[in-house]
């Protein structure tokens, strides 16, 4: 599919939200890449600093020790050629931030309300200049709940174990039914949690992958931005 241009007049902000493994951030950089838009990570970012209080063993029950030292934390999202490297406290950590240990942990993290609030008041600062594709659990309900366009992609939870399978098998000694338990946990703590639970937003499109590849489905995200600057 040809590359999708725009100006910086017409440049909207785009909003992917869905469980673990729909595919989320693929097709975001896809989009982004598409539309020459700035793709950002949310997830990334929680899991980023997931990995940094694993590092020096502070629990997510640890609440106060948590916001003690988030202060000490800096998070970067660098855009590289095959995506985008995410660096703490300048250390690339783009690997370490995709094994079983952290999968595990970064939604019990995620509740943290101080932690929420740092991360997503650096999300909307991203977002400020527009021309942004978003992906996370919570960018159309709570992040950009302005966003124009919003799809809450998901998928059967096999198929979603599936991606996650061939993502990890490299780097992780992991069954594939330990990984379905493991995102059937990671979906009901995400559903489940006080703070931003998943949800779908109300005029978001809901976007069912399991029988599409990533370009059909890439390709149904740009449609819906062309088909919103044609209407507006």
Known sequence: MATETSTTHDKINIAIDGPAGAGKST?????????????????????????FFLQRGIGPEEVDKVLR?????????????QGQQVRVNGQDVTEEIRTLAVNAQVSRYAQIEGLRERLVSLQRQMALRKGVVMDGRDIG?????????????????????????????????ISFEELVRSIEERDRLDREREVSPLRQAEDAQLLDTTQMSLDEVADHIVSLCRTYGSES
């Open 27 to 51: 097709i975001a950089r896809m989009v982004a890449g598409r539309l020459h838009y700035v793709y950002v990570d949310t997830g990334a970012m929680y899991r980023a600093a997931t990995w």
């Open 141 to 173: 309900t709570c992040v950009l709940p302005d966003a124009e366009v919003k799809v809450f992609m998901t998928a059967s939870v096999e198929e979603r174990a599936s991606r996650r399978y061939k993502e990890m098998k490299e780097q992780n000694k």
């Open 69 to 81: 030292f988030l202060p000490d934390l800096d998070i970067e999202l660098l855009p590289e050629e």
